[in-house]
């Protein structure tokens, strides 16, 4: 195959994003379809480099000296996200589509999707350094201009958004050139398997960095709760839920499996597993606390990518395995939660959820593609989420050190109780008095088709997850030579693999060995104690409430959860601040997130001002100073030049 | 001989120092005058009477001419306060320069190679045979004083308010009136 | 012909006045016309050049019995190219900029007078006529910079001429003592005469006198003080000449042509100047965090900036004098940029302090715009120039093991986002200040000016590989060649 079919993806959806910059404005549907278009035809560009298979294909174009060339390779890898990120394009133009088209400057809207289309195809495409960063610096700008468009003070938000990640890419950049003076290369496939030490060490933890903040994990992550709320909702759906996912993971785990080795238990494994532990836990318990249906989704984007980080950090082949396919399943299921939120937001009118409520029998399909995703990313068997999680329960614990399986299933029970509380206050219970919309209805195909496609795969994915595991993540890994040089005995892999994964409909892995039903048994007493945990916070909830007392008992299937459902999220809420996370989540809130943010906008001001005030007070503009700082300088220089060169 | 040279060098560097430490901008630049005036006699007397002359017509004249515009122009008083400490660190960084510069002088001359440059060559065949670039960048210097002169001495432009109030002057209010 | 990138505008600047009067537009055609001849004159020169040539001429040929010499290599190209594309931008902006000031007869004479002194200066193979065409140019600057006739305007531009005469004094001091031991100004001859016989010390004292006079010119910290109240105080045009071109020429380019060509550039010099460098580069950054004057903020970043290429000079890698050059060019294009959009929001709004601003993209559109491209471009956003400049400086840092500095550049290029962003916010986004409902989008003259120079900063960041290959590379490599000739300092260790 021509290697030149990989400018496709890059070139088309950048090119095309021009082209509606300086469209007519008058042509309706134009820009829209011109978007759905492009990303097909990206999609089966995508589909077309996917399966050419092989050692894949290299594109090589000397581009000026110092190494620097303009290479795009496609591998097993790359090719694999390649597929994945153009399969949501396609989606999110749909629902681009239909959401945006009569929003304000939509126009920008399409050229900005376009353009980060394009923009992320070639940094998952890219094969030198320099031309990774040129396409990761791209997307700062696109990011940028995506969420100005949210309102008309967005560009507070973006601007945060851009600083932080800026700052990180800036580490990155930094992990690069370290990189670079270790190894004398530009090109990333000639990286191969160096030992994290020394500067090369410093350049994998800034590397490993600049990854994981664009895939949002702590400390890197303040802006996307904030962006939840100033951006427009497919915004969220497409850069944080889906590509920044993609991109950040899809960098981690070339950075951890191919330009270095991470030995199971070494610091760098630590370091990363660290690093996913603590964003795992504090931001579930920070969306616990939400009251936004964005916001919350927004925080579990964030929590969620500590199971990625902590699966590939492990440097356990099972829990590589399951941090990769999370990637995968995470984009899928928190993309539909978000689609789900924005049709919500159009349909309903708003997304906070006091004002939401008995929005399943107005919205059917929406709540049934809500359900499979919530389902999905709390680890409910038989949806994919329960596949990857417990893969990486499996790695974590396959380290030894009990305490990070013990955060994963912190998570696992939060996040379960978090999305029975969303999904009960938005699709349960009484219709809200203060609903803005009062004759809700189902919304329009364009955007349930995305979400119901997504959805399906969610299912598709838990239910026959051999299929993924063997024809997407398999050959990913098992062709890594890092895997196999991990493996000590290469079967044990993929026997491990197996063993994890059996169909869960069977409910088969009983039978496995006692490990194996050690934890997947933790995991569903995980469920059960988030189940009740919400049970009880409504229950106290419902003291409260007096109108909860008239449930709605329509539903006949899921009657027991609608009695339930009468609780608002502001009990809840109260439950959780007055007892268990008091100490937990609010201070956590406060002290992390905020002590965060406060570092970003106080201390670095305040560093700042007092500098800027003793310089601002030298430079006074008295001539006799100056004169004198010129004579200083020029005796230093004389005594340094002429006496000590002596 | 030397014993004039040396007062003039001092009277030189006390006229300098004037330049510098004096309040009032228009004795400094006098003073800087002077200065120039005092380095163009020492030109002259150490047998190089052409750069005594454009010391004397460039430095001592132009560029003084210049300096006495711009202060004409700064009408305002000088209301910063100026630190004291230059006052004393500046004398005492002089004589430690000094001090140096006698002794870098002392081994400067002792190594000067002897002999280059062509002694016998007239003063105008240097100037126009080697040095041409340089009469040409004067010939700008030169220009650009004069249209630094002729823009900062300009009249300044009228604003609207004042083309009125010049109106209402010329006519004795009579516009007004109507 | 060499000659005519001096002869042109100086002819032009001593019949300015005269011509003037014969009718009201013609000064400003007349600008625009020699400037854009000089920008065709060094586009014409691209390719030989680019393909390792190196022009000379001299009166010789002519028969005369003058004596002018003049040679152009791909670092003096690339300077000519930035003072006439620099030029021209500023002529066209000046078309209605300075209506309101008046006597563009006398400015358009001082402004070419000021081209004229930076050809020369970049033109020449002596040192002395270096410090000449230098005063050609000082002198015309001064002028510039007190041209609105203010008060504060004439005290910045007496400081800044009180300064900068401590800074020619040492230059003069330091050129008297190379003649003196070698017997030549040739810059060539020099080359070969310091490296035969010179004390090591004096060479010292000469570097010393050197740096502090150049670095004055150039505004490196701590020798930058007259620059932070000379540029604000100039008309925008001006300003952005000065910060643009000027500093880079008197100060940045005669520096390397002394400090490489001649002393091939030492290693306590190399340390010297990134200790400068790095000084300036922080000390600028963090000053103009604190500012509230648009104009004033653009000042100290362009110390900042100039530290920069002073860094990448100082690593004397080619890696590291491609970034300084081409930072230097980028450099160019958004400060130049950045000071005429400042000059378009004062013109528009009536003043440049960014507390009473805000909000003025909504009224200002093309301002705006063009004022955010040259805030990416100075904060190192991809894919405008400034990004890779700034990339090839550091990744240069790293390579030649200055990790530290590496550090700090990036750090650095972190608070120039910062302040830039802020300034953004406080002027252009948000909110529309009280007081500025009336404002106008500026004349079709200024606006045409920042256009361009906008583009030309996409353009450098899209076309790099073209620009560092055919006008960076030969600069590149005419300096790296002068490296190391001389290791003067060694022999008297």
Redesign the interface.
């Known amino acids: 195959m021509n290697p030149n079919i990989l400018l496709i993806p890059i070139l088309l959806p950048v090119l095309a994003g021009l082209a509606v910059l300086i469209l007519p404005k008058g042509l309706k549907w134009l820009k829209e379809g011109l978007a759905v278009a492009v990303a097909a035809v990206a999609l089966y560009y995508a589909a077309l480099i996917f399966k050419s298979g092989g050692e894949g294909l290299r594109l090589f174009v000397p581009w000026t000296s110092f190494g620097i060339n303009f290479d795009l390779y496609a591998y097993h890898l790359p090719r694999f996200i390649l597929l994945a990120a153009a399969g949501f394009e396609v989606l999110l133009a749909l629902y681009s589509a239909a959401f945006m088209h009569d929003k304000w400057r939509s126009r920008e809207y399409f050229a900005y999707f376009l353009i980060t289309a394009g923009l992320a195809n070639g940094a998952i495409l890219a094969n030198n350094f320099m031309v990774l960063l040129f396409f990761w610096e791209g997307l700062l700008v696109t990011l940028y201009g995506m969420i100005t468009l949210g309102h008309k003070q967005s560009h507070i938000t973006a601007t945060k958004a851009l600083i932080i990640s800026g700052l990180a890419d800036f580490a990155m950049i930094l992990g690069i050139i370290f990189l670079w003076s270790v190894t004398g290369t530009m090109t990333m496939s000639e990286v191969r398997f160096l030992e994290p030490t020394g500067l090369a060490g410093a350049a994998f933890i800034l590397m490993a960095l600049g990854a994981m903040a664009k895939a949002g994990a702590m400390p890197f992550h303040t802006w996307i709760p904030d962006a939840a709320i100033d951006a427009p909702l497919p915004f969220m759906a497409y850069l944080p839920a889906a590509l920044e996912k993609l991109l950040g993971i899809y960098l981690l785990a070339r950075i951890s499996l191919e330009f270095f080795t991470i030995h199971m238990n070494s610091a760098m494994s630590i370091f990363l597993m660290t690093i996913g532990a603590v964003t795992i836990v504090l931001a579930v318990m920070m969306a616990l606390v939400q009251k936004d249906y964005k916001k919350l989704l927004s925080f579990h984007a964030i929590s969620q990518v500590g199971y990625m980080i902590l699966g590939i950090g492990t440097g356990v082949p099972i829990g590589i395995a399951g941090g990769i396919f999370h990637m995968l399943n995470h984009a899928m299921y928190k993309c539909t939660l978000f689609l789900t939120g924005g049709a919500v937001e159009k349909e309903a009118g708003t997304t906070e959820l006091k004002k939401l409520g008995g929005l399943f029998k107005l919205m059917p399909i929406t709540g049934v593609a809500f359900w499979i995703a919530a389902f999905s990313i709390s680890g409910v068997p038989p949806f994919n989420g329960f596949v990857s999680k417990e893969m990486v329960f499996h790695g974590a614990f396959e380290t030894g050190h009990i305490i990070f399986p013990i955060a994963a299933w912190i998570g696992a029970i939060f996040t379960f109780a978090s999305f029975l509380k969303l999904g009960h206050s938005t699709y349960f219970g009484k219709r809200s008095p203060e609903a803005p919309v009062q004759n809700v209805k189902e919304t329009n195909w364009a955007m349930i088709i995305p979400m119901s496609v997504i959805a399906l795969g969610c299912v598709v994915f838990g239910v026959f997850n051999k299929l993924p595991l063997k024809y997407l993540i398999e050959p990913v890994l098992m062709k890594s030579p890092t895997m196999t040089e991990h493996l000590t005995v290469p079967a044990h892999g993929a026997e491990a693999v197996s063993l994890a994964m059996p169909a869960p409909v069977e409910f088969g892995f009983w039978h496995h060995a006692f490990a194996m039903n050690w934890i997947v048994g933790v995991s569903m007493a995980c469920l059960v104690i988030a189940f009740l945990i919400h049970q009880y916070g409504v229950k106290k909830g419902q003291g409260k409430a007096y109108l909860a007392s008239e449930p709605i008992h329509h539903l006949p299937v899921l009657n027991t959860l609608y009695d339930l459902a009468e609780a608002r999220v502001f009990d809840l809420y109260h439950w959780f601040v007055n007892g268990l996370v008091k100490g937990g989540a609010w201070a956590v809130w406060k002290v992390i997130d905020r002590g965060i943010d406060a570092v970003y906008e106080n201390l670095l001001t305040f560093v700042g001002n007092f500098s800027i005030k003793v310089l601002k007070e030298y430079h006074n503009g008295v001539y006799a100073n100056y004169l004198s700082w010129v004579v200083g300088g020029f005796a230093l220089l004389v005594i340094y030049l002429a006496v000590l060169v002596k | 001989m030397d014993l004039l040279n040396l007062i003039l060098l001092l009277m030189l560097a006390g006229f300098a120092l004037m330049a510098v430490f004096l309040k009032d901008l228009l004795k400094a630049a006098i003073s800087l005058a002077f200065m120039s005036s005092l380095l163009a006699v020492l030109l002259y007397r150490l047998d190089s009477p052409f750069a005594a002359v454009f010391e004397l017509s460039v430095v001592a004249g132009l560029i003084t001419v210049l300096f006495v515009s711009v202060i004409a122009l700064t009408k305002e008083e000088e209301t910063a306060k100026e630190a004291r400490w230059p006052a004393y660190v500046f004398p005492l960084a002089l004589v430690v320069f000094g001090l140096i510069d006698i002794k870098v002088m002392q081994s400067l001359f002792a190594t000067t190679p002897q002999g280059f440059g062509n002694p016998e060559a007239s003063f105008g065949a240097t100037l126009w045979g080697v040095r041409s670039l340089d009469i040409l960048g004067q010939i700008a210097v030169i220009f650009g004083g004069v249209f630094g002169v002729l823009a900062l001495l300009r009249e300044k432009p009228l604003t609207a308010k004042q083309k009125e109030d010049a109106i209402i002057a010329k006519d004795g209010g009579k516009e007004k009136l109507w | 012909m060499l000659l005519l990138f001096?002869i042109v505008p100086?002819a032009v600047?001593?019949l300015m006045?005269l011509l003037a009067r014969i009718w009201k537009g013609l000064p400003d055609v007349l600008g625009m016309v020699t400037m854009a001849f000089t920008l065709g004159l060094g586009l014409y020169h691209i390719r030989m050049v680019a393909a390792g040539h190196r022009y000379f001429w001299d009166?010789g040929s002519l028969g005369l019995?003058?004596?002018?010499?003049?040679a152009m290599d791909g670092f003096s190209l690339l300077l000519l190219l930035i003072i006439s594309l620099i030029s021209l931008f500023a002529c066209i902006y000046s078309v209605n900029y300075m209506e309101?000031?008046?006597?563009k007869g006398?400015?358009y004479?001082?402004f070419m007078?000021m081209v004229?002194?930076m050809n020369?200066l970049v033109l020449?193979t002596?040192l002395?006529?270096m410090y000449?065409?230098l005063?050609?140019a000082a002198?015309?600057s001064?002028?510039?910079v007190?041209?609105g006739?203010k008060?504060d305007e004439?005290?910045a531009?007496?400081?800044y001429l009180?300064?900068s005469v401590?800074?020619t004094t040492?230059i003069l001091l330091a050129m008297s003592?190379v003649y003196?031991?070698?017997?030549?100004f040739g810059i060539t001859d020099l080359a070969y005469a310091v490296k035969t016989?010179m004390?090591?010390?004096?060479i010292?004292?000469c570097?010393?006198?050197f740096?502090?006079g150049f670095?004055?010119k150039s505004a490196m910290v701590?020798?930058h003080?007259?620059l932070?109240?000379a540029h604000p105080s100039a008309p925008a045009p001006i300003s952005a000449m000065l910060s643009g071109v000027l500093i880079k020429v008197s100060g940045i380019y005669a520096l390397v042509r002394v400090v490489y060509n001649i002393f091939g550039l030492p290693p306590?010099?190399s340390s010297?100047l990134m200790v400068l460098g790095v000084l300036s580069m922080v000390?600028g950054a963090?000053?103009a965090?604190?500012q509230n004057d648009y104009k004033r903020m653009l000042a100290y970043s362009s110390i900042s900036q100039i530290g920069y290429i002073v860094v990448g000079l100082a690593i004397g890698s080619p890696?590291g004098i491609m970034g300084a050059l081409f930072h230097l060019f980028n450099h160019a294009t958004f400060k130049s940029l950045l000071f005429l959009n400042a000059g378009a929001t004062e013109y528009a709004t009536g003043t440049r302090d960014l507390t009473k601003l805000g909000g003025v993209n909504n009224k200002l559109p093309v301002t705006g715009f063009t004022n955010t491209i040259g805030t990416?471009s100075i904060a190192g956003?991809?894919?405008f120039n400034g990004?890779w400049s700034k990339?090839i400086i550091?990744?240069a840092l790293?390579?030649a093991?200055y990790?530290g500095v590496?550090?700090i550049a990036?750090a650095t290029?972190?608070?120039t986002?910062?302040y830039f962003?802020q300034m953004q916010?406080q002027a252009f986004?948000?909110k529309l200040a009280a007081g500025l409902e009336k404002v106008r989008e500026v004349p079709f003259y200024m606006a045409l000016a920042t256009i361009c120079l906008a583009a030309l900063c996409l353009l450098g960041g899209l076309f790099?590989?073209w620009i560092?290959?055919n006008l960076i590379q030969p600069g590149v490599t005419s300096l790296s060649n002068a490296i190391g000739v001389n290791s003067f300092?060694n022999l008297?260790?």
Do not use: C
């Not at chain 3, 019995?65 to 003049?70: D, E, G, H, N």
């Not at chain 3, 003196?180 to 030549?184: D, N, S």
């Open positions: 001096i100086l600047a001593a006045p009166t019995p003058l004596k002018l010499s003049l309101h000031y008046g006597a006398s400015y004479a001082l007078l004229a002194g020369g020449t002596d002395f006529n000449v065409f005063e050609v002198v015309a001064y002028a510039l007190a041209f006739q008060h004439v005290e531009a007496f400081k009180m300064l401590v800074a040492g003592f003196l031991m070698t017997g030549t016989g004390n090591a010390q004096l010292g004292l570097l010393a006198l740096l502090m670095g004055l701590p020798f003080a007259w932070p109240d306590q010099v010297a000390i963090v000053v965090l604190g890696l990416f956003v991809p894919p990004f990339l550091i990744v790293v390579e093991n990790i590496a550090a990036v290029s972190i608070i986002l910062w962003l916010r986004f948000g790099y590989p560092t290959a300092i008297g260790q």
